[in-house]
C-alpha cells in the first residue's frame, strides 16, 4: 500500500480486511457519511432504478453497503453473508429462486466479484423471466481507467485474463476488467453462451468523480457541494477515453 493511500485511508474500516462482514456494515455508514461519495450512489441508483420493470420482483445482489432499497422500496435485498438490513443471504452462482420468477436482478460493483460468471450467468437466465432485465454498475476499461486501477486500486485489473476469478475470500476475489472482458471484449462468445440474452446498454460514465470521493475505502478529496459541478466537467470529455465505470443493461428476450 502506497503512504499516500495509507494517509488517507477511512478510519472506521482501516486495519480491517475486505471479507470481514463488519467491514460491508461500516462502509454503508462510511456512504451516508460522505455527500460526495453518497451522490453518486444516488445517481447510479435513479439511473438502475429508472430502468427496472415497474412490476415484478427485483434482487440487488451486494447489498451490504449500500442503499438502493431507499430508490425501489420492494427490492430484495442480498449479501454473500450475514450483515444488517439485508433479507437475504445468498450466492450469484445459486440463486435461491424458481425459475422465471424474478423480473429483475440489479447490482452496483458486484459482477466483477463473482468468481464463476458463466454460473451466475445461467442462474439469471433461468430465474429472470422472458422481457426481465439484468443491471450493473461497474467499473470499465479505457486508457484513463486502467491507469488508474493497475496503480491505484487495491483490487485486480487484469484486461488480459478470462472470465473465472481465483477463488479467494467472499469481496477480495475480483478483476476489475471482467464486465469490459465479457461485454466488450468477449461479446460475441457472450452473445453465442447466451442467446436468450441482449445487451440493450453500456453507458460510459465517471472519469473522476469516484477517485473524488475517495470511495469507501479513503476519505473523501472533494465536498458534497461540488459534485454537480465536477459531473458537468466530466460530461464534456470523451467517454471512451476516460470513463471508469458502466451502466450495463441486459434484457432477456421474449420467447
Same mark, same amino acid.
Not at 442480498?78 to 425459475?99: G, H
Given at each position: ?82 450483515? $444488517?438490513?439485508? #433479507?437475504? @443471504? ?5 440463486? +435461491? %429462486? !424458481?425459475?422465471? *420468477? ?92 447466451? $442467446?436468450?440474452? #441482449?445487451? @440493450? ?5 465517471? +472519469? %473522476? !468523480?469516484?477517485? *473524488? ?43
Amino acid at each position: 500500500m502506497s503512504i499516500l493511500r495509507r494517509l488517507l485511508e477511512h478510519p472506521l474500516t482501516r486495519g480491517l480486511s475486505v471479507d470481514d462482514p463488519q467491514t460491508t456494515a461500516l462502509r454503508r455508514n462510511i456512504i451516508q457519511e460522505k455527500a460526495f461519495l453518497r451522490a453518486i450512489y444516488s445517481e447510479w441508483y435513479s439511473r438502475l432504478a429508472t430502468a427496472l420493470p415497474q412490476k415484478g420482483e427485483v434482487l440487488e445482489l451486494g447489498s451490504g453497503a449500500g442503499f438502493f432499497s431507499d430508490f425501489r422500496p420492494d427490492v430484495i435485498t442480498s449479501e454473500i453473508f450475514p450483515t $444488517p438490513n439485508i #433479507q437475504l @443471504v445468498a450466492d450469484a452462482c445459486r440463486l +435461491p %429462486f !424458481s425459475d422465471d *420468477a424474478l423480473a429483475a436482478i440489479v447490482m452496483t460493483d458486484v459482477f466483477h466479484h463473482i468468481p464463476d460468471v458463466k454460473s451466475f450467468l445461467a442462474e439469471a437466465t433461468r430465474c429472470v423471466r422472458p422481457g426481465g432485465k439484468l443491471l450493473m454498475i461497474e467499473p470499465w476499461r479505457t486508457r484513463w481507467s486502467e491507469w488508474i486501477f493497475t496503480r491505484h486500486h487495491p483490487e485486480p485489473f487484469l484486461p488480459c485474463a478470462g472470465w473465472d476469478i481465483p477463488l479467494s475470500g467472499p469481496l477480495s476475489g475480483a478483476n476489475g476488467a471482467l464486465p469490459w472482458i465479457v461485454f466488450e471484449r468477449d461479446r460475441k462468445a457472450f452473445e453465442e453462451l447466451y $442467446p436468450d440474452w #441482449q445487451v @440493450v446498454n453500456v453507458e460510459l460514465m465517471m +472519469p %473522476f !468523480s469516484y477517485l *473524488a470521493s475517495g470511495g469507501v475505502s479513503l476519505c473523501s478529496l472533494m465536498p458534497g457541494w461540488a459534485y454537480s459541478l465536477i459531473r458537468r466537467l466530466e460530461q464534456r470529455l470523451n467517454q471512451k477515453r476516460w470513463a471508469m465505470f458502466a451502466f450495463i443493461g441486459l434484457e432477456l428476450r421474449l420467447e
